[in-house]
């Protein structure tokens, strides 16, 4: 009879036999060495992707856009800058071209100032952009605003402010630009959705609302451009720490004004930046970027819609009792 002591030791030598007499290291190392190989050259594909690319990006002036702005200018992007605010595009084109923190050969940015929400603008803007460089590669649609409120208390005219400018904006410059990608046969748009692209949660009607139409909208736009040779990747990130939540828009039209806690705890924009940089690099479809418990409700969502609901059902109840306390 043989003691569980002995067994275990036994086993233990014959694990150890089967490791170091068959091919099974080898094989591992073999394995490692393929895998290390292939992100190798992904890596470098998508450097060269990104060096001497024109790269537009909405947003620039604040958050993610202007994170995004120093990691594909740091990749030797060249960039046209976009957003509202003239002195803070000019700022960040002076500290762009200021840095030296890159190997590779850097370019000096272009900035276009225009409002999204004002159509006869993005068409000027379009028209703008394209003069910088010639032509467009890659289109960043980062810019947009959030929104804090009731459905009950909300005026329309807030409705139709945040899906200009989360929607219709990005969708006016997409469609600005996108003649100019099917004639060279070469382009790639993406657009920065969130976690509320995929769910809906209370008293975010309006922001949630414009993510859901910006997903679906750039998931047609990728199956009918792809034959063109056009990429289109969508990024839903989960909050990340910038002052989104302070300029979000309330239910009658004034500045929110406050950090909110999540948003505050939220992911840094320079990681969120390298992680769209990752993206755009290898021309990835859809992204989420987001921690286990959005990840994990937007699964619930879809498998099991009936305790999604009842969650946040309970959460606005919640929500509400905190604000009336
Ligand atoms: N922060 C988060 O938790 C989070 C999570 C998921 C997704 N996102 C998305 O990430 C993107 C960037 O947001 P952020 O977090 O970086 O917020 P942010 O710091 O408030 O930046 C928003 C940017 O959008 C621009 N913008 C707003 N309204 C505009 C308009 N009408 N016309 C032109 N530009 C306008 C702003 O430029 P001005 O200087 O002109 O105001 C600013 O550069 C947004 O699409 C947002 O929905 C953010």
Request: net charge positive; glycine share 8%; charged share 20%.
């Amino acid at each position: 009879m043989v003691s569980p002591a002995t067994r275990r030791s036994l086993l233990r030598v014959r694990a150890m036999d089967f490791l170091t007499s068959t091919a099974i290291l080898p094989l591992l190392f073999g394995c490692l060495g393929i895998f290390g190989l292939f992100r190798l050259l992904q890596w470098m594909r998508a450097r060269a992707y990104l060096r001497g690319a024109v790269v537009v990006i909405t947003g620039a002036t604040s958050g993610l856009g202007r994170e995004c702005a120093k990691v594909f200018h740091a990749a030797g992007a060249k960039l046209v800058l976009c957003g509202r605010n003239v002195e803070a595009l000019e700022e960040l084109t002076k500290e762009l071209s200021a840095s030296h923190a890159t190997k590779v050969q850097t370019h000096k940015p272009h900035t276009v100032t225009f409002d999204l929400t004002d159509p006869g603008a993005v068409a000027t803007a379009a028209a703008e952009i394209t003069r910088c460089f010639g032509h467009v590669d890659i289109l960043i649609n980062n810019a947009g605003i959030s929104y804090r409120g009731a459905v009950q208390d909300t005026t329309l005219d807030v409705d139709k402010r945040v899906m200009e400018t989360n929607y219709f904006g990005p969708v006016a410059l997409t469609k600005a630009l996108l003649p100019g990608m099917l004639r060279r046969r070469q382009g790639h748009v993406v657009a920065i959705s969130s976690v509320q692209g995929r769910i809906g949660i209370p008293f975010r009607s309006a922001y949630a609302a414009s993510k859901h139409a910006t997903q679906a909208f750039f998931d047609c736009l990728r199956a009918e451009v792809e034959q063109d040779e056009i990429e289109v990747t969508v990024i839903s990130p989960g909050y990340i720490h910038t002052n989104l939540s302070v300029n979000a828009v309330t239910a009658d039209g004034s500045r929110y004004g406050a950090m909110d806690q999540n948003t505050a705890q939220g992911r840094s924009p320079a990681e969120v930046a390298r992680a769209v940089l990752a993206a755009v690099g290898r021309k990835q479809k859809d992204v989420v970027l987001a921690d286990l418990q959005p990840s994990l409700g937007i699964y619930l969502r879809t498998l099991a819609p009936g305790l999604f609901f009842r969650l946040m059902a309970s959460r606005a109840r919640k929500e509400r009792k905190a604000k009336d306390s």
